[in-house]
């Protein structure tokens, strides 16, 4: 199970929702207590909560996790910075809200770090009120250095042409053969959060990859539930939605993860542990 704490998406009303790094690793730290194996990683501006790129707040989330926890798996989001909001006068001029970074600005923090893990969004579509632009040159050259770091990448898909990218990526070793999927549901111009859409995504992956499909607000239980009856693993926490069920509101993260895993005990499945999550991923113990 994949817990995703706090995000990048503009902070929802809650009274309890983290934002500052001491925050964000607490709530990282229980949900790890709860039941998750893995925890996605994203910072905020500690007295905004705006999206944050800096790396001293990478650096005092993920230490402030391993002080207390050396086995949960770090994955940390390199999604920051491919973001182009187009301008009004001119629509070949980028316009305000625009980020767009150079690889080693999209990685700098993993390369410092060496997580475990992290994301790598290969969508190119229009997201978050622009355009997510994820070209090959681009996600070439980062998923060579991420590599080259000795992290694991995980190919985060929003929608169908995704998984042609993959294997094109795949064939000429800018990904691992063994590489994880997750499959993203529910944004309004990727996939549906449908049963259709996850059977879809699962059939599109090579043949005994490992994948965690998960669902966007009201999608996240609902298509958790999906993914683990399709032989993958789950994700959930407040980067993807704040509620349990409508009308529900989860108290923390742990609460989710809880939730989810009672879920899964019912529908008789298991919750891997975070040493048995990295033999199956291959990561170091």
Avoid at 74 to 84: E, H, S
Avoid at 90 to 117: N, S, Y
Avoid at 144 to 149: K, N, P, R, V
Avoid at 205 to 217: D, E, K, Q
Wanted: proline fraction near 6%.
């Amino acid at each position: 199970m994949t817990c995703a704490v706090t995000g990048s998406s503009p902070m929802p009303t809650h009274p309890d929702f983290p934002f500052r790094p001491d925050h964000v690793a607490a709530e990282a730290l229980a949900a790890a207590e709860a039941g998750a194996s893995i925890i996605h990683v994203h910072v905020r501006d500690r007295e905004t909560g705006d999206p944050s790129q800096a790396l001293e707040d990478y650096r005092e989330v993920v230490g402030l996790i391993r002080a207390k926890n050396n086995e949960v798996i770090l994955n940390v989001t390199t999604g920051p910075g491919c973001t182009w909001m187009q301008g009004d006068e001119d629509p070949a001029v980028c316009g305000p809200g625009t980020l767009m970074f150079t690889a080693e600005r999209r990685l700098e923090h993993i390369l410092d770090l060496r997580p475990d893990m992290c994301t790598l969004d290969i969508c190119t579509m229009q997201l978050w009120g622009g355009v997510a632009i994820n070209l090959d040159p681009m996600i070439t050259k980062m998923g060579h250095m991420i590599q080259d770091a000795g992290v694991l990448p995980e190919i985060e898909c929003f929608e169908a042409g995704d998984f042609v990218f993959a294997d094109d990526l795949m064939a000429k070793g800018a990904i691992p053969k063994h590489v994880p999927f997750t499959f993203v549901l529910g944004t309004k111009y990727g996939l549906p959060a449908t049963s259709e859409a996850m059977l879809y995504a699962r059939n599109q992956i090579p043949r005994g990859a490992r994948f965690t499909g998960f669902g966007v607000s009201r999608h996240s239980m609902p298509m958790a539930a999906q993914s683990m009856l399709l032989g993958g693993n789950i994700r959930v926490g407040f980067e993807d939605t704040i509620y349990l069920r409508r009308g529900q509101m989860a108290a923390n993260n742990a609460d989710m993860v809880r939730w989810a895993v009672e879920m899964v005990d019912r529908m008789g499945g298991d919750i891997a542990s975070a040493g048995e999550t990295r033999a199956m991923l291959g990561l170091k113990q």
